[in-house]
């Protein structure tokens, strides 16, 4: 079934007077109707009346040239961030020092996961701060110094009798949260929110893995995505 593209639309293209980015937005119309015409008939060929082929297409070099200029055009880009392209980034770390048998160890996951994926000591810095509340102000703080590619965030916060717990869940996610907004670096979520002391030892190493360590994974590739893709 052959589908055609109108004159009056191709005509958009023959601008040679247009600026380049407007003359890029027109190619790029002109390859979305394409790109729906051959979605609604997949086995359609394009067919140019001869009026429309005396068309000084601005930008195309040829009739040709339409298919491959559409597909670099519509292609979607996808950036991610690399597990193994450490190398030159440098990394804050900030624990808060209540629940300190909790956090030493979630400390200990992340230290050896930057450790095995090629991140040098002399490129890590842990700053200690009381408790997990105190967490945020740190980590804006180094974010905004320059000198660090990720802020990664541990603590530990308990569910006690009274409700204090949510005060100081909801205030330590709303920082670290507000704290990489505010810098424009990555600062990670490695804090446990546990109901009892068992939850929170089975996720600093226990039965249900080290959280520490999957939230350095994610530091070094929030890191590797802004210094390679999103500078």
């Avoid at 842990?126 to 974010?143: D, H, M, N, R, T």
Wanted: charged share 15%; proline share 1%.
């Amino acid at each position: 079934m052959a589908s055609s593209i109108s004159l009056v639309d191709s005509c958009l293209l023959h601008r040679s007077h247009a600026s380049p980015a407007l003359v890029h937005s027109q190619k790029l119309l002109l390859c979305q109707r394409i790109q729906a015409i051959s979605l609604r008939h997949q086995t359609a060929t394009f067919s140019f009346s001869s009026s429309l082929q005396a068309i000084s297409f601005s930008g195309f070099s040829s009739h040709a040239s339409i298919k491959k200029d559409c597909s670099s055009l519509l292609a979607v880009q996808h950036f991610t961030g690399s597990l193994t392209r450490s190398e030159g980034l440098r990394f804050a770390v900030v624990v808060a020092r209540f629940n300190e048998i909790v956090t030493k160890l979630l400390l200990e996951g992340a230290l050896d996961t930057f450790k095995k994926y090629s991140v040098k000591e002399e490129d890590i810095d842990v700053v200690w701060v009381p408790g997990s509340f105190e967490i945020g102000v740190a980590a804006q703080k180094l974010g905004k110094s320059g000198k660090y590619h990720s802020v990664l965030c541990i603590g530990a916060v308990i569910r006690g009798d009274t409700s204090h717990y949510d005060a100081v869940a909801n205030s330590t996610a709303s920082g670290v949260l507000s704290a990489g907004l505010s810098s424009g670096v990555p600062c990670i979520f490695g804090v446990l929110t546990c109901d009892d002391m068992e939850q929170a030892l089975n996720r600093a190493g226990g039965k249900a893995g080290n959280k520490g360590s999957e939230a350095a994974l994610t530091a070094i590739e929030m890191a590797s995505l802004f210094e390679h893709h999103l500078q």
